[in-house]
């Protein structure tokens, strides 16, 4: 798109050098001297025929062929082109525009009333529509979807509940600018409840408005800016009561138990074979008899370190089983932690000991599993050793 040759601000600042200024039938009107080379050029770009189009005005006085530093013209400034930006008589011509009014779009403009410009962002008007722009889009993260091109928030509570960006100038002018600051900050604050604090907004919002017609609800929010913000306080109040320290700190509590049964139980379901190992690996040596006295005796001995064998397989694999069960525990205990530091970030850091604790306990139980293997493996090879031994004359 081509730019316009005349910006907004360099026709606002020629609006301002007239005098007499008034808004009549859907013009700005007043008389204009032409003091410099400067406003005697732009006059006269601005009255070419060219850009009669784009910047239509009418030169009740005035010679628009011959523009010179001294003359005067009495001038009637018609809408100027939509891609220039919106020259309005007051805010509520500006709010007419719906992109404008919901901050879904940068547009230049001017409101005669104010003599009050975009471009001129410490003026109260631009405050308060900034204010605005940053509502809506704080609400659109509680609301279900934004329509942008209705400019209608939808909210989902208990059915379809649209809320559309159409407020009059007063509204605008006198909403509680405190109020709607600080709920915006809460529906933007980042943190583990962000998600309910965004449902909790939406229902506010919908509680506050119900029985008012669409067309009004907007109006009406930003009417009752501060009765919506402790709306939004009590239901958040209410939220963080039920997610209380206390409340936290005896659901890890409750874990802990749970868990730490759990991880006994990995031994206490093997503890018999646990107390075999003496009797099947070592004890078990000492049965062994020379074959030099009896040579049957080593079908005896081979029994014997078979049946230690078997037994030691069959004990590592109930142990590798057991293993394996702490290491689902260990995944169980990490989706916990990561659930609570998710929900409860500002206070999982105060129940990290409790997680900790489980944490070198499961490790505590695989070193004692792992050590158990170690000293089956070490008495079958103790066994096979002396069977090697008071055997090894018949090999």
Avoid at 88 to 107: F, N
Wanted: aromatic share 8%; net charge negative.
């Amino acid at each position: 798109m081509v730019q316009p040759r005349i910006k907004l601000p360099e026709l606002v600042g020629l609006y301002r050098q007239m005098t007499s200024r008034e808004w009549r039938d859907n013009r700005l009107c007043g008389e204009l001297i032409v003091r410099d080379e400067a406003t005697a050029s732009l006059l006269e770009n601005l009255l070419a025929e060219d850009s009669a189009n784009d910047y239509p005005c009418i030169v009740e006085d005035g010679d628009p062929d011959n523009v010179a530093v001294g003359d005067s013209f009495t001038l009637q400034f018609g809408a100027v082109r939509t891609a220039v930006g919106l020259v309005v008589p007051d805010i509520q011509g500006l709010l007419r525009s719906t992109e404008l009014a919901a901050g879904t779009a940068d547009i230049s403009w001017y409101v005669h009333s104010l003599d009050a410009a975009s471009w001129e962002e410490e003026s109260e008007l631009c405050l308060r529509l900034q204010t605005v722009k940053r509502l809506v889009k704080a609400l659109e993260g509680a609301a279900a979807i934004f329509d942008h091109r209705k400019a209608t928030l939808v909210f989902l509570q208990k059915g379809r509940f649209d809320v559309p960006i159409n407020y009059s100038d007063s509204d605008l002018m006198q909403f509680d600018q405190a109020a709607v600051e600080k709920l915006i900050a809460d529906l933007e604050l980042k943190d583990g409840h962000a998600a309910q604090r965004q449902e909790i907004g939406a229902t506010a919002v919908c509680e506050l408005l119900a029985g008012v017609s669409p067309s009004e609800r907007f109006s009406t929010l930003l009417r009752k800016a501060s009765e919506l913000y402790q709306r939004f306080v009590d239901g958040y109040k209410l939220f963080a009561s039920s997610f209380s320290f206390e409340k936290i700190r005896d659901q890890a509590e409750a874990l802990r138990i749970e868990y730490t049964g759990k991880i006994h139980k990995t031994l206490s379901d093997i503890q018999g074979q646990l107390l075999g190992i003496p009797i099947s690996t070592i004890i078990v040596a000492t049965q062994f008899k020379s074959i030099t006295t009896d040579p049957g005796n080593l079908w005896v001995n081979s029994a014997i370190l078979a049946g230690a064998f078997i037994f030691c397989v069959l004990l590592l694999f109930s142990l590798w089983n057991q293993y394996q069960t702490l290491e689902v525990i260990t995944q169980e205990v990490n989706r916990h932690e990561a659930i609570m530091k998710k929900d409860s970030s500002d206070i999982a850091g105060r129940l990290q000991n409790v997680f900790g604790s489980l944490h070198n306990r499961i490790t505590l139980h695989m070193g004692i599993l792992i050590a158990v293997g170690a000293i089956a493996t070490i008495g079958l090879l103790i066994a096979a050793a002396v069977f090697w031994i008071l055997c090894s004359p018949a090999f």
